[in-house]
C-alpha cells in the first residue's frame, strides 16, 4: 500500500497561483495512478486531475481544465497540482489519492491522503 501526504495548500487572492505536492511512501510508486480531489463545505466531492502511472495519460474536471496541471515525478515519488488563475470557487480542501489506474472516480481509489485547505479570496 502507499500513503499519501499533501502540502502546499493557502490562503491566496484570486488570479493567484499555488502548486500542491503530494509525496507517497509505502508500496512502488510506479504502481499507482494518482488523482486530486476537492471538498468544499457543505458540498461533496468532486474529482480535480489525474494522472496514470506512467505520467502520459491525464484527466481534468471541465472546471479546471486549462488552469491546473497534475504531473509526477516518479524518481521523487512525488505528484503535483498546479494551479494558476485560482478563483474563490476552488476554495477546499485538496486531497491526493492512490489508484490501480487512473480514474474520475473517487471509490476507485483506495488510498488517501488527509487533505491539504485551499482558500481563495475575491
Known amino acids: 500500500q502507499v500513503q499519501p501526504v499533501e502540502s502546499g495548500g493557502g490562503l491566496v487572492q484570486a488570479g493567484a497561483s499555488l502548486r500542491l505536492s503530494c509525496a507517497a511512501s509505502?508500496?512502488?510508486?510506479?504502481?499507482?495512478?494518482f488523482g486530486w480531489f476537492r471538498q468544499a463545505p457543505g458540498k461533496e466531492r468532486e474529482f480535480v486531475a489525474a494522472?496514470?502511472?506512467?505520467?502520459?495519460?491525464?484527466y481534468y474536471a471541465d472546471s479546471v481544465k486549462g488552469r491546473f496541471t497534475i504531473s509526477r515525478d516518479n524518481g521523487e515519488d512525488m505528484v503535483y497540482l498546479q494551479m494558476n488563475n485560482l478563483k474563490p470557487e476552488d476554495t477546499a480542501v485538496y486531497f491526493c489519492?492512490?489508484?490501480?489506474?487512473?480514474?474520475?472516480?473517487?471509490?476507485?481509489?483506495?488510498?488517501w491522503g488527509q487533505g491539504t485547505q485551499v482558500t481563495v479570496s475575491s
Open positions: 489519492a492512490a489508484s490501480v489506474a487512473a480514474s474520475r472516480i473517487g471509490k476507485l481509489y483506495d488510498y
Open positions: 509505502g508500496d512502488t510508486f510506479t504502481h499507482y495512478a
Open positions: 494522472i496514470s502511472w506512467g505520467g502520459s495519460d491525464t
